[in-house]
């Protein structure tokens, strides 16, 4: 080669090397080479910036930097920069991050990779300052965690108004609730408490002929009384409901009569019962209640007579029109109760299960039955549907899960044999109230039993605790003391395996037992309640078998 050749050959090599300096300096980037060395804190622990562009200082905030030693420049977090370019060192591989540099506050985004073989021990570093971005990207967040919080806060604000609107309706609803109550009751209570006291003059008159009216009187206004306080329990899906397998079919024919009985002469009662109808599980008591409601209103629509019809079948309801109802998709029976009255308008069809709702004149009307009726359905785990035109009459359906078992014909609480109570047994009854304890034990020391008292669990408890022969437990579900009725009754079973037991309830104890599931040997009694159901329920318990077949 000539010294021509070699001097072109040079000329040539700085001209590269101009060019890739130029190219090196105007880079908007910062870029480094970087030499790791062993130093104090181990090998490769430390490197040194042998080559930075322009770029560097002004990314980095870090003047002057070939020359100078990460250890030296940065401090503290230097391990964490180590060992994030040291992994490039190693692997050879080329790695992109995020990282801020707290020495001077910058935010960078960086690609690293490995200059030449490992032996070298060069990093290239190229990277950028993005802290304009990552504090606009925290003040986005910091405004989206704003808004979710106001968001929230809005929702809670508004819930809370829909809260108070909600109270203020109930408030509104127990206001127009009270004054008709007040009314009912006090009529009641005037028969109730006007026949005690015509009882008890005709008895120092020595008239006992007038004794029977008037105790027929009072009854009957006991009665209704009950009936009342049962129709609201419905209303607010709270009454104690005692569920049982049964195939409505079976209901249909006394209830027919007592529909027959109840609507009069002008109105013709038809019952179709499906073939094959499938078991439901229902408390059979509440259900005629809320059909004999249906029946009311359809013979009220009927002034000038005409005819009910009560009807029975199977259903199937899917996903779609579970969904709408707020049920499990899946087989259901149907209770239908059509007339051929007046119709309701479609303006109020969407209302007639409103607590208080009525189209019947005042004083005709609580606006309570068809609430009942939907509060029987929703707690039996059902729904209700009605169907209505103008001038063309009404229909109300029940739909109510299909049960998969037999019908407890045993429990059926319609069949209306006497069951003899029998006689020297021993029962234990607990209620903190002393006149329903002296009319329960009473009536039992009648038929020959031996009773024990107890006014609260724990007394209770104590009586099963002893060696004294218990055949049946009647408890009340409120108790005071600790211990309601339903903890009274599982301490007696563990105690006394198998007892048979009857809760009585004087309101809507449902949740403490176990929302109408209990168990085998097990009944409810709602109070007020005829002694002569106490001693049917008792007769029925006693000669049961303790096992509950």
């Not at 190219?23 to 090998?43: A, K, T, V």
């Not at 009270?178 to 209570?189: R, V, Y």
């Not at 209103?297 to 009910?308: F, S, T």
């Not at 309640?529 to 001693?535: R, T």
Request: glycine residues 10%; contains cysteine; negative net charge.
């Amino acid at each position: 080669m000539t010294i021509a050749d070699e001097r072109n050959e040079r000329s040539a090599a700085a001209a590269v090397q101009d060019r890739y300096r130029t190219l090196f300096e105007s880079m908007d980037e910062g870029f480094c080479i970087i030499e790791f060395f062993d130093g104090p804190h181990g090998p490769l622990s430390d490197y040194l910036h042998i080559e930075a562009n322009a770029a560097y200082a002004r990314h980095t905030g870090i003047p002057n930097v070939v020359g100078q030693k990460l250890r030296e420049m940065v401090g503290e977090e230097a391990d964490g920069w180590v060992e994030l370019y040291g992994s490039v060192l190693r692997t050879g591989q080329v790695i992109r991050f995020r990282r801020e540099l707290v020495a001077t506050g910058r935010h960078l985004e960086v690609s690293s990779f490995r200059v030449g073989p490992i032996e070298d021990r060069q990093v290239a570093v190229l990277f950028k300052d993005v802290t304009d971005r990552v504090r606009a990207e925290a003040a986005q967040q910091q405004l989206n965690e704003t808004l979710e919080s106001r968001i929230a806060e809005a929702l809670a604000d508004r819930e809370k108004a829909e809260g108070a609107l909600r109270q203020a309706q109930k408030m509104e609803a127990v206001g127009q609730l009270t004054g008709g109550l007040a009314h009912d009751f006090n009529n009641l209570l005037a028969g109730i408490s006007g026949a005690f006291e015509m009882i008890s003059a005709r008895l120092a008159q020595g008239r006992h002929a007038d004794v029977e009216k008037y105790l027929s009187a009072g009854q009957g206004a006991a009665r209704r009384a009950a009936a009342l306080t049962h129709r609201l329990l419905a209303f607010s899906r709270q009454q104690t409901l005692s569920p049982r397998p049964l195939v409505v079919n079976r209901l249909l024919p006394d209830f027919a009569e007592l529909v027959r009985r109840t609507v009069g002469p002008a109105i013709d009662v038809e019952t179709i019962g499906a073939a094959s109808l499938w078991t439901t599980l229902v408390d059979s008591n509440q259900l005629e209640n809320a059909l004999l409601n249906l029946c009311i209103n359809a013979r009220d629509a009927m002034p000038d007579g005409g005819k009910i019809t009560i009807e029975t079948g199977n259903r199937w309801l899917d996903e779609r029109g579970a969904r709408e109802r707020g049920l499990d998709a899946g087989q259901y029976i149907s209770i239908c109760v059509s007339d051929t009255g007046t119709g309701i308008d479609k303006i109020n069809l969407d209302r007639v299960f409103d607590p208080f709702f009525t189209t019947k004149p005042i004083g005709q009307g609580t606006g309570l039955g068809l609430s009942m009726v939907y509060g029987f359905a929703r707690q039996s785990h059902g729904f209700v549907r009605i169907y209505s035109e103008v001038g063309q009459g009404t229909m109300v359906c029940i739909y109510l899960p299909r049960h998969h078992g037999e019908e407890d014909i045993v429990g059926d609480s319609h069949d209306a044999e006497w069951i003899d109570a029998g006689s020297g047994k021993t029962v234990l009854v607990i209620d903190d109230e002393p006149t329903v304890r002296m009319l329960v034990t009473d009536a039992l020391s009648d038929l020959g039993h031996a009773c024990l008292e107890a006014g609260d669990g724990p007394s209770g408890l104590k009586v099963l605790q002893s060696d004294t022969p218990i055949d049946l437990l009647i408890t009340d579900v409120g108790l005071p003391g600790g211990m309601n009725g339903r903890q009274v009754a599982e301490a007696a079973r563990a105690l006394r395996p198998g007892l048979q037991v009857l809760f009585i309830t004087g309101y809507a104890e449902n949740a403490v037992l176990n929302h109408g599931h209990i168990e085998r040997g097990m009944e409810v009694l709602t109070k007020p309640f005829a002694v002569d159901d106490l001693i049917r329920r008792v007769g029925r318990l006693l000669q049961s078998d303790p096992s509950g077949d």
